[in-house]
């Protein structure tokens, strides 16, 4: 695709990341952003996120703006999508980034790790999508893009918590997907495995031979990188998929196949 038709693919549109400060999510915005869409990214810590805002600007002469809250909180979503609104009046895209389980063994959770996970997880997507939803609705429009993870299908070590997450995720697509569909509203899964970001670091640092073990079953032989996964990410969130609703998309190198 020429550089000129990705910089009008989302011309006009108005698109929401979460936990977009950094890694992955900081990558999807880049890329929506070079194609013509207006973006807020969202983050839990002022400075960085504030920072992110500032690199993305500088990098491709967008339209950026910023939200610092809890979206497992429901207040805190209800005042992310009014920012969003009075900004820009609309919102298009709904991009479901904000993650970031702890990767341990099962029982070495403990009930706050278990409960952070899954608030980190899966309430953001469920509470972005129920105060999102109303507005794709009124407008007859949207895509809901959400992040999920690999792990789901292949069952990876030290995942069974983030996976209860991830795979509620998953389900709620489908969900939504047939239940909106009448709308043009599309809502689909980008499936990554190991990604090549800060969070597979930390679990480097902490134990490189598990992360070996998940590298080993990609084919590819590596991870993903995160440009991968903003790739898709884009390309459901564009108006050329609007026949593709209700799918767990698969971005793993061959990981999984079919």
Same mark, same amino acid.
């Given at each position: 695709?020429?550089? !000129?038709?990705?910089?009008?693919?989302?011309?006009? !549109?108005?698109?929401?990341?979460?936990?977009?400060?950094?890694?992955?999510?900081?990558?999807?915005?880049?890329?929506?952003? *070079?194609?013509?869409?207006?973006?807020?990214?969202?983050?839990?810590?002022e400075?960085?996120?504030?920072?992110?805002?500032?690199?993305?600007?500088?990098?491709?002469?967008?339209?950026? !703006?910023?939200?610092?809250?809890?979206?497992?909180?429901?207040?805190?979503? @209800?005042q992310?999508?009014?920012?969003?609104? !009075?900004?820009?009046?609309?919102?298009?895209?709904?991009? %479901?980034?904000?993650?970031?389980?702890?990767?341990?063994? #099962?029982l070495?959770?403990?009930?706050?790790?278990?409960?952070?996970?899954?608030d *980190?997880?899966l309430?953001?997507?469920?509470?972005?999508?129920?105060?999102? /939803?109303?507005?794709?609705v009124? *407008?007859?429009?949207?895509?809901?893009?959400?992040?999920?993870?690999?792990?789901?299908? %292949?069952? /990876?070590?030290?995942?069974?918590?983030?996976?209860?997450?991830?795979?509620?995720?998953? $389900?709620? =697509? =489908?969900?939504? $997907?047939?239940? #909106?569909?009448?709308?043009?509203?599309?809502? %689909?899964?980008?499936?990554?495995?190991?990604?090549?970001?800060?969070?597979l670091?930390?679990?480097?640092?902490? @134990?490189?031979?598990?992360?070996?073990?998940?590298?080993e079953?990609?084919?590819?032989?590596? $991870? $993903?990188?995160?440009?991968?996964?903003?790739?898709?990410?884009?390309?459901?969130?564009?108006?050329g998929?609007?026949?593709? =609703?209700?799918?767990?998309?698969?971005? %793993?190198?061959?990981?999984?196949?079919?």
């Amino acid at each position: 695709m020429s550089d !000129q038709l990705l910089s009008e693919t989302l011309s006009d !549109q108005v698109a929401i990341v979460t936990g977009s400060a950094r890694g992955i999510g900081k990558e999807i915005a880049l890329k929506l952003l *070079r194609s013509g869409a207006k973006v807020l990214v969202c983050g839990t810590e002022e400075e960085r996120t504030k920072k992110a805002v500032d690199e993305l600007k500088a990098l491709t002469n967008g339209e950026v !703006q910023d939200f610092i809250g809890d979206l497992s909180d429901e207040k805190q979503v @209800d005042q992310m999508v009014t920012k969003t609104i !009075q900004i820009w009046g609309k919102i298009d895209v709904l991009v %479901n980034n904000a993650g970031g389980g702890v990767i341990l063994p #099962f029982l070495e959770q403990t009930p706050e790790t278990l409960k952070q996970t899954i608030d *980190r997880n899966l309430w953001t997507a469920v509470w972005c999508c129920y105060k999102v /939803l109303p507005h794709m609705v009124e *407008r007859k429009y949207g895509r809901i893009v959400n992040v999920g993870a690999d792990s789901v299908r %292949n069952g /990876l070590w030290d995942h069974a918590a983030y996976n209860a997450a991830k795979g509620g995720m998953h $389900a709620m =697509t =489908t969900g939504l $997907a047939r239940e #909106f569909a009448r709308y043009d509203i599309t809502v %689909n899964t980008i499936a990554p495995p190991a990604v090549d970001c800060e969070a597979l670091d930390r679990i480097r640092e902490r @134990d490189s031979a598990l992360v070996d073990k998940y590298i080993e079953i990609i084919p590819k032989g590596r $991870a $993903a990188k995160m440009e991968e996964v903003a790739d898709a990410v884009w390309y459901v969130s564009t108006k050329g998929a609007s026949f593709i =609703t209700g799918q767990v998309i698969s971005v %793993n190198g061959g990981s999984n196949m079919l």
